[in-house]
């Protein structure tokens, strides 16, 4: 059944209110050595200290804490006279936060702190194409913390900004790309019958969410669901990003059910090596249902779309997006830059758009 203007404002006004709360969280991060011969000694260390009142219990994925899997937890910078981001190379995690568990957390009592070594900065961004010189590494710390000792519903998390300070590193001499840990070159196929169905489907699915949601972005870009999730971005740039998922059509990129780089565990759903944007699907993505569930059956914050899934999986492909926090609440409440940049909101767009004009 379809929904009139009036109607879908009245929903969209209706979407959760994103929790947020004031952080006592301080990121500290400190060089081994400001001045390297070569990127492969580069290794910082992270301080993060809790000064406030009450213990917190926080989402490693795609942050300063997740230093055992190749994900971005540094922003970098190469200084000069137009400083410029290095690319992020490594991998880009989806996750379905219903199924996390103690182990994608790290908790830090009051008055306490931690401390992560990262050592594997060399494999996960282009420092070659960067050249050498001085870089600037800049914490991703944009966290979520679990609110209460449940993670039900879904978007019971809240979203911290902490404080933290940067660290620059000279590097004088070898910037030489080095590939990802584990990294199989020969092409991964999928011989088990089911999971290639089940990919193909949510391949054709995530191209159909996209074109449904440009159709509506064009006009509809004013709409209540369109700022709650894109804010004053333009429209002309968003809806651009769902044309280029929907018309999507790349020969080299591949679709797989294996995972080669070791990042399917507590709650990934599926992840993309952005070095080579072939994307790999877990455990998880065999019990995502399609699209028309929405009307009867799961709902937009449950994540669980196989459409879904993989349209925010080539967002990261076709359009540079990256993980900023994941949770439909959480992504409404970003700021309109990181609402741009994350590629979880085009997902979570994707499917209220469906839900409220095809249900």
């Not at 109607?7 to 400001?34: C, E, I």
């Not at 957390?105 to 996960?124: D, M, Q, W």
């Not at 009307?295 to 669980?304: E, H, L, P």
Request: overall charge negative.
């Amino acid at each position: 059944m379809l929904f009139s203007l009036a109607t879908l404002a009245l929903v969209a006004g209706a979407l959760a209110t994103p929790l947020k709360r004031d952080s006592g969280l301080v990121v500290s991060v400190t060089a081994n050595d400001v001045n390297v011969a070569s990127i492969a000694d580069l290794a910082i260390t992270a301080k993060i200290e809790n000064t406030g009142s009450a213990d917190v219990k926080i989402l490693n994925f795609a942050t300063i804490f997740d230093a055992e899997r190749p994900t971005r937890s540094f922003t970098v910078l190469k200084e000069g006279e137009a400083d410029e981001h290095v690319k992020f190379i490594g991998v880009s995690l989806n996750v379905d936060l219903t199924l996390v568990d103690d182990s994608a957390f790290t908790v830090i009592p009051a008055g306490e702190s931690v401390t992560v070594v990262h050592k594997n900065l060399a494999e996960l961004y282009d420092f070659e194409s960067a050249g050498t010189g001085a870089f600037t590494f800049e914490p991703v710390t944009i966290f979520q913390i679990e609110d209460g000792n449940s993670l039900a519903p879904v978007d019971n998390l809240i979203t911290l900004n902490s404080t933290s300070n940067t660290v620059t590193i000279d590097v004088t001499s070898d910037v030489k790309r080095r590939e990802v840990a584990n990294e199989k070159r020969a092409t991964i196929t999928c011989t088990n019958t089911s999971q290639r169905a089940q990919i193909q489907s949510s391949y054709t699915e995530a191209k159909s969410l996209a074109t449904i949601s440009a159709n509506w972005i064009s006009s509809n870009s004013g709409n209540a669901l369109y700022s709650a999730y894109f804010g004053t971005n333009s429209a002309t740039t968003v809806r651009s990003r769902f044309t280029a998922i929907a018309n999507e059509n790349s020969s080299s990129r591949t679709l797989n059910c294996s995972d080669p780089y070791g990042a399917c565990s507590g709650g990934v759903i599926a992840y993309m090596l952005i070095a080579t944007t072939n994307i790999y699907f877990c455990s998880p993505f065999w019990s995502n249902v399609a699209h028309p569930r929405l009307c009867s059956g799961t709902t937009v914050a449950q994540r669980n779309i196989r459409g879904g899934t993989t349209l925010h999986e080539l967002s990261h492909a076709v359009a540079s997006t990256t993980d900023v926090t994941y949770g439909c609440s959480a992504n409404q409440g970003l700021s309109v830059a990181n609402k741009l940049r994350n590629a979880d909101n085009y997902n979570c767009f994707a499917a209220q758009v469906y839900q409220n004009t095809q249900c």
